[in-house]
Antibody, heavy 114, light 107 residues
Framework: EVQLVESGGGLVQPGGSLRLSCAASGFSLSGYWMHWVRQTPGKGLVWVSRISSEGIAAYADSVEGRFTISRDNAKNTLYLQMNSLRAEDTALYYC????????WGQGIVVTVSS | EIVLTQSPDFQSVTPKEKVTITCRASQSLGGSLHWYQQKPDQSPKLLIQFASQSLSGVPSRFSGSGSGTYFTLTIDSLEVEDAATYYCLQSRSLPYTFGQGTKLDIK
């Protein structure tokens, strides 16, 4: 069974950093494109970042230069390093497999506030 | 960036009713349009991929059609459990974008 479990969220001050992790099971991360998507009541679902099976990363303009997506194939884990966090980064963050997005994690809350 | 506009934003429907949700794209997507269902406090679930491809485990009352810039999700004979918000997603080009969502309320 495919499972994606996010961790690492929480409350952080503006300008701070967090690293989200997504532990995958039931499949090998290295064979799939993987994504991060965030959701807020105001903006709905917004794509954040992608890493291809070849390891090529892409980012939304709003996070380019501040967020970094990566994966550890040995640990079968996806990461999202988030730096210079802003209030508008506050959201529920999902780890997602594939294109289209066929499996989603349960989501992890990130709150950026002083 | 490709903009997806769903219609309607909200619909109150009765069980056994047929429901159609539309998704219009600002540029041609070919067939790279997918539909998701999100119930309260749950993650979105893929219902239809590539405009019209059904998926194992998804009830047959859900179907999709369309290409280019106009797509529809149809729910035949709505059931109470179909109360949810439905989203379209385009994977034609980066950044991937979602529609704003259509909330279905069951009367």
């Amino acid at each position: 069974e495919v499972q994606l479990v996010e961790s690492g969220g929480g409350l952080v001050q503006p300008g701070g950093s967090l690293r989200l992790s997504c532990a995958a099971s039931g499949f090998s991360l290295s064979g799939y494109w993987m994504h991060w998507v965030r959701q807020t009541p105001g903006k709905g679902l917004v794509w954040v970042s992608r890493i291809s099976s070849e390891g090529i990363a892409a980012y939304a303009d709003s996070v380019e230069g501040r967020f970094t997506i990566s994966r550890d194939n040995a640990k079968n884990t996806l990461y999202l390093q988030m730096n210079s966090l802003r209030a508008e980064d506050t959201a529920l963050y999902y780890c997602i497999r594939g294109a289209p997005f066929d499996h989603w994690g349960q989501g992890i809350v990130v709150t950026v506030s002083s | 960036e490709i903009v997806l506009t769903q219609s309607p934003d909200f619909q109150s429907v009765t069980p056994k009713e047929k429901v159609t949700i539309t998704c219009r794209a600002s540029q041609s997507l070919g067939g790279s349009l997918h539909w998701y269902q999100q119930k309260p406090d749950q993650s979105p679930k893929l219902l239809i991929q590539f405009a019209s491809q059904s998926l194992s485990g998804v009830p047959s009352r859900f179907s999709g059609s369309g290409s280019g810039t106009y797509f529809t999700l149809t729910i035949d004979s709505l059931e109470v459990e179909d109360a949810a918000t439905y989203y379209c997603l385009q994977s034609r080009s980066l950044p991937y974008t979602f529609g704003q969502g259509t909330k279905l309320d069951i009367k």
